[in-house]
């Protein structure tokens, strides 16, 4: 497309002013979506980043937290075991404690000096009705579960 010329010889400056108008709003255009673009971008890298840097924040505190738990568990295990042993020592030496303990080692006693059916019946008896009464505090009069 080139130049026109009128007839009097003279250049079109409007035809040409109008192709100057429009080239510059193009190339503006284009600058400004480009610019858009690469804003855009870089916008998202940002948030990928922050979004590992939450992700490993979330990761550490969540390790960090299942370790305290973990270790409150053990505590607390720990502390409910020696409550329970403590409990049984107390049972042990009760009168009744006392009582079925001294049943339980006549019957072992019994059954290693005649080993028959009824005295190992009665010595298991007589030591399930003891671990039963420092297990759970009752007495069970038959030995029986």
Do not use: P
Not at 23 to 33: H, T
Not at 74 to 102: I, N, P, V, Y
Not at 115 to 134: G, H, I, P, Q, V
């Amino acid at each position: 497309m080139g130049i026109r010329h009128s007839q009097s010889g003279q250049t079109d400056y409007l035809l040409l002013l109008i192709v100057i108008i429009v080239g510059v709003a193009a190339g503006n255009l284009l600058s400004n979506w480009i610019t858009a673009r690469i804003a855009l971008y870089q916008t998202e890298q940002a948030l990928i980043e922050l979004n590992q840097e939450l992700s490993n924040h979330l990761t550490t505190g969540a390790a960090n937290l299942q370790q305290q738990l973990s270790d409150s568990s053990r505590a607390l295990t720990e502390k409910a075991r020696q409550q329970q042993l403590l409990t049984r020592q107390q049972r042990a030496d009760s009168r009744t404690g006392q009582f079925l303990s001294k049943s339980c080692e006549e019957w072992k006693a019994t059954h290693q000096r005649y080993d028959n059916y009824t005295s190992k019946l009665e010595m298991e008896k007589a030591c399930r009705r003891y671990e039963d009464y420092l297990d759970t505090g009752l007495e069970r009069g038959d030995g029986f579960r």
